[in-house]
């Protein structure tokens, strides 16, 4: 099986640096996904990792270390527009299987 | 870029009628879709996957003959929630994961706009 955790929620303040840290243990490991999601939407993409070290893409990074089992998302400059949940998801094969998700507030 | 659309958007029923679902990858060609469901608050939980010209697979715990996934093209996938109660409202996701012909790699997976259902 498969289990990930990643905080409930967090609250940060605009312009500020947030990481949002993802934990998880699985066989087959085949990469490890960051989405963004708002309320009522759908998840939309912002990184994906399945070797060791750092993606960086614009205003968020994503860091993984498969022999700890760790990854989290880095996001700068924070904007009142990034509050939304941000889902970590682990790839097993093809199908994704998501953690509860962290709901991230933004406040000025 | 690659567009996902479901349709409808959002469904209201009386419990015991049957809901289809569609999801439709619009400018590439889906090898695997898979459906998700998400209750408020709570993350997405897979469902199934599904696979174009052959029978899905589901998850533990969802059951086949209530949630039909056909997968006719390679554009297209329906769910159909059965005989729905109350308790299958729900938002309901789809994802597309693209084939390497159609230049995407093979890890993206594009994920639709979601349907909400709200069964009374």
């Known amino acids: 099986g498969q289990n990930i955790d990643q905080p409930t929620e967090m609250t940060a303040t605009e312009g500020a640096i947030v990481q949002i840290n993802c934990t998880y243990q699985?066989?087959?490991?085949?990469?490890l996904f960051w989405y963004q999601q708002h309320a009522g939407e759908a998840p939309t993409f912002l990184s994906y990792?399945?070797?060791?070290g750092l993606e960086e893409k614009g205003r968020f990074s994503s860091f993984l270390s498969r022999s700890k089992g760790y990854s989290y998302l880095l996001l700068k400059e924070l904007q009142m527009k990034d509050s939304a949940s941000y889902l970590c998801?682990?790839?097993?094969?093809?199908?994704?299987?998501f953690g509860s998700g962290t709901r991230l507030q933004v406040q000025p | 870029g690659a567009v996902v659309s479901q349709h409808p958007s959002w469904v209201i029923c009386k419990s015991g009628t049957s809901v289809k679902i569609e999801c439709r990858s619009l400018?590439?060609?889906?090898?695997?879709m898979f459906w998700y469901r998400q209750f408020p608050k709570q993350s997405l939980m897979l469902m199934a996957t599904?696979?174009?010209?052959?029978?899905?697979?589901?998850e533990q715990g969802v059951e086949k003959d209530k949630f039909l996934i056909n997968h006719a093209s390679l554009t297209l996938s329906t769910l159909t929630v059965t005989s729905a109660h109350p308790e299958d409202s729900s938002f309901y996701i789809c994802?597309?994961?693209?084939?390497?012909?159609?230049?995407?790699?093979?890890?993206?997976?594009?994920f639709g706009p979601g349907t909400r259902l709200t069964v009374l």
């Open positions: 599904s696979n174009e010209g052959s029978k899905a697979t589901y």
């Open positions: 990792n399945v070797l060791d």
């Open positions: 998801a682990v790839r097993r094969r093809r199908a994704l299987t």
């Open positions: 699985t066989s087959g490991f085949n990469g």
């Open positions: 994802s597309a994961r693209a084939g390497e012909a159609s230049g995407f790699t093979s890890n993206e997976q594009f």
């Open positions: 400018d590439f060609q889906a090898t695997t």
